[in-house]
C-alpha cells in the first residue's frame, strides 16, 4: 500500500503509516504533490489547517486524473472543527476528513475504512 503524504507533520504522520506496513511518499509543497502525486498512489493525506492550499491541491489532482476510480483517495488531516471545514473538503472532492491527533491506531482504523468503503469523514 502506497500512501502520499503532503505537509501533514510529516515525520509523525510517515512514521504511523510506515509502522503499519505501508510504502510512503512526501511532497514539501503542493507542485511537488501534484507532480508526483499517481496512480501507484492510493492515498493522499494532506493539511487543509493553512488556508485554502490544501483544498486547491484537491481539485489539481482531481483535474490529473481523469476517472474517479483512476485517482487516489485525497485525505484531509487537521484540527480545526468548524463544520465550515468538512463542507469545504466535500466541495472540493475529497474522500475523507480526519481529526488530529492521530494516534496508530486510529491510522489503522481509518485506512481499512477508507480501503473498504472508499470515504471517510470524521464528526466535526
Same mark, same amino acid.
Given at each position: 500500500?502506497?500512501?502520499?503524504?503532503?505537509?501533514?507533520?510529516?515525520?509523525?504522520?510517515?512514521?504511523?503509516?510506515?509502522?503499519?506496513?505501508?510504502?510512503?511518499?512526501?511532497a514539501s509543497s503542493s507542485e511537488e504533490c501534484v507532480r508526483v502525486v499517481s496512480l501507484e498512489h492510493e492515498v493522499v493525506f494532506m493539511d487543509v489547517c493553512t488556508g485554502l492550499d490544501g483544498y486547491e491541491l484537491a481539485v489539481r489532482i482531481h483535474e490529473?486524473?481523469?476517472?474517479?476510480? %483512476?485517482?487516489?483517495?485525497? #485525505?484531509?488531516?487537521?484540527?480545526?472543527?468548524? *463544520? !465550515?471545514?468538512? $463542507?469545504?473538503?466535500?466541495?472540493?472532492?475529497?474522500?475523507?476528513?480526519?481529526?488530529?491527533?492521530?494516534?496508530? %491506531?486510529?491510522?489503522?482504523? #481509518?485506512?481499512?475504512?477508507?480501503?473498504?468503503? *472508499? !470515504?471517510?469523514? $470524521?464528526?466535526?
Amino acid at each position: 500500500m502506497v500512501k502520499l503524504v503532503y505537509r501533514v507533520s510529516r515525520t509523525v504522520t510517515k512514521g504511523l503509516l510506515v509502522h503499519l506496513g505501508c510504502n510512503v511518499t512526501t511532497a514539501s509543497s503542493s507542485e511537488e504533490c501534484v507532480r508526483v502525486v499517481s496512480l501507484e498512489h492510493e492515498v493522499v493525506f494532506m493539511d487543509v489547517c493553512t488556508g485554502l492550499d490544501g483544498y486547491e491541491l484537491a481539485v489539481r489532482i482531481h483535474e490529473k486524473f481523469t476517472k474517479h476510480q %483512476d485517482r487516489p483517495l485525497i #485525505v484531509a488531516l487537521t484540527g480545526n472543527t468548524k *463544520r !465550515v471545514t468538512k $463542507e469545504n473538503c466535500m466541495r472540493v472532492g475529497m474522500d475523507g476528513l480526519i481529526l488530529k491527533p492521530i494516534s496508530v %491506531d486510529k491510522m489503522r482504523g #481509518v485506512l481499512s475504512e477508507l480501503l473498504e468503503r *472508499r !470515504v471517510l469523514f $470524521e464528526t466535526v
